[in-house]
């Protein structure tokens, strides 16, 4: 089942904090075939930790 976090983020991803990079990579390992889950976690990278989005 997936976390409720990761759910209300996808439904608001413009609510997404760095704390929620982590969850959400543990999410990918979970449902690796989600891609929004994907898309938002390299919007958190994009934003929280830019020196390694690529």
Do not use: C, T, W
């Amino acid at each position: 089942m997936m976390n409720a976090r990761v759910l209300e983020l996808l439904k608001n991803p413009k609510n997404i904090q760095s704390e929620d990079l982590h969850l959400l990579k543990e999410e990918i390992n979970s449902f690796p075939y989600i891609q929004n889950i994907r898309a938002l976690h390299l919007y958190g990278i994009h934003l929280f930790d830019k020196e390694n989005y690529q």
